[in-house]
């Protein structure tokens, strides 16, 4: 039993969240060289139900910035970003100046000239890596609804990209914890002919296609809703309520908050953070304990 409680936290470890955050390639069943109709967006609402239990909830990624301090990792002790001088400093000072660095600082820190990224314990990371720190495991707001935005991307006119960002992601498995700051998940619709004919649900950096036959989908007044389910702590999505995931680690359950993720909609495109190549939350131990890059390195092609 022990063996297998190991190779499956290995296997946890490795799947969680992996050390190369590296982009999507989602290829729609449906065919790309169909000439297809700009999707209409009004035709189609999408709800993550949040675990009755859940204590992670959605947040704006602007308030996560303000709320962070901007670090350089160094080995030794790390700097941090000082908006009155303009530069980092290596200290672990928590005074003002270190918190709400403008954003225009932060999305400055792209892709190296190498193209490697700028996010501490990856696999591709380059020279000078960064990383936004949040003194707290952030909560986020417990009402998302019409104040928490979406962020859409839609490289063609049949897949649509929702993103979603939370403060903190937790995940505990046999007592080992596999918890870090920031977390950015999607839903990726499957449209054709204003249609949902499936979707890309993401779950620990992967995506798992379910057609639109195993989806929970209602249509009234021609207006389809795509119900699907955020697991407790981890926000991994599933197409219905259950235990999923290594040793059943994943519960995802109806009953709790509903988050309607198409009220409030952002262009990925447009964001003032969406260059930013270092991570949403502090450096761990390994890449999974590690805050994520974010999705502009992570979208579909």
């Known amino acids: 039993m022990k063996v297998n409680i190991l190779v499956a936290l290995c296997l946890l470890a490795c799947g969680c969240k992996k050390g190369v955050e590296s982009s999507n390639t989602l290829k729609s069943p449906s065919s790309v060289a169909v000439t297809v109709n700009a999707v209409d967006v009004s035709k189609i609402k999408v709800v993550v139900r949040l675990h009755p239990s859940e204590n992670y909830f959605p947040m704006e990624p602007l308030d996560f910035i303000k709320k962070s301090r901007f670090r ?11 908006k009155n001088s303009n530069k980092f400093v290596r200290n672990n000072s928590h005074n003002s100046e270190y918190y709400d660095i403008p954003i225009n600082v932060i999305n400055g820190y792209g892709l190296e000239n190498s193209g490697r990224n700028r996010r501490p314990k990856d696999d591709n990371k380059g020279d000078y890596n960064v990383f936004l720190e949040p003194d707290d495991n952030l909560p986020g707001d417990h009402d998302p609804n019409a104040k928490v935005s979406s962020f859409l991307y839609t490289p063609d006119n049949i897949r649509l990209q929702y993103w979603l960002f939370y403060g903190y992601n937790y995940s505990n498995v046999s007592g ?3 918890s870090h700051q920031g977390d950015w998940e999607s839903v990726t619709l499957n449209v054709l002919n204003d249609s949902i004919e499936g979707a890309w649900l993401s779950a620990h950096g992967d995506d798992k296609y379910y057609d639109k036959s195993a989806l929970e989908i209602n249509v009234t007044d021609g207006i389809q809703t795509l119900y699907i389910y955020s697991a407790k702590g981890t926000h991994a999505l599933y197409n219905h309520p259950g235990k999923y995931h290594i040793l059943n680690s994943d519960d995802a359950s ?3 908050y509903e988050w309607l993720i198409t009220t409030k909609v952002s262009n990925l495109e447009n964001q003032p953070w969406k260059d930013y190549a270092g991570a949403w939350g502090e450096v761990g131990e390994q890449a999974a304990t590690t805050g994520p890059l974010g999705p502009w390195f992570k979208k579909i092609k």
């Open 72 to 82: 350089h990792e160094r080995s030794g002790s790390d700097e941090g970003y000082n």
């Open 176 to 178: 080992l914890s596999f």
């Open 254 to 256: 109806a009953g709790g």
